[in-house]
């Protein structure tokens, strides 16, 4: 096996290799949350994590309802654009805190550490390539969005297209993540990483 990290590209792996997620067999994830060493600071990335899938879900429903015609276009612009701008700001934002302070810290506990959290960080600037793609197809919408008819539809398609792709990827690095995070958190202790 390659020990290079684009070895496991985000788009196209379905989890990590017990090679990478060395911890997961001894902490399986519905044992965490038993576990005495399992503190606030997993309990945090948890949660972050969760209010991020539910951030794009949010996002995904609003488009759907406006497609539908549920929403009329005031009222989904209304609805869209300030979760969206949310959603895009605490991902870029978790990002970039994970990889100035806690990845390094990681790294820092094992050697074995080092590839996983090397995947982790490619996959943030992959992720952050869609962030981008998406938020010019966000852009293009709203401005196709007082014109109406075909060129709402095609620019809510190509919204719909970009932001699914982001969604995607994030939710797979997101589960990619918590299988190295967390065992690495309940094996050392919050302490080593605090
Ligand atoms: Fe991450
Ligand atoms: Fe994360």
Redesign the pocket.
Known sequence: MSDDSTAWPLESRSGLPGTIAYLRDTYPAPTWRAHRNFGELAAFWLQVHASLRDQGNQLQQITQAFREGTLEANAFQQAFVPRFNQFLQHLEG??QI??SAYFPKFRALDPRMQHGFDL??S??HL?HGAVLTSLDAARQLVTALPRGGSAVEAAREGYSDATERLIQLLAR??AD?EDLVIPALLQHGERSVG
């Open positions: 978790h990002h994970e990889d982790l960080e996959d943030h992720i690095h997101l993540e």
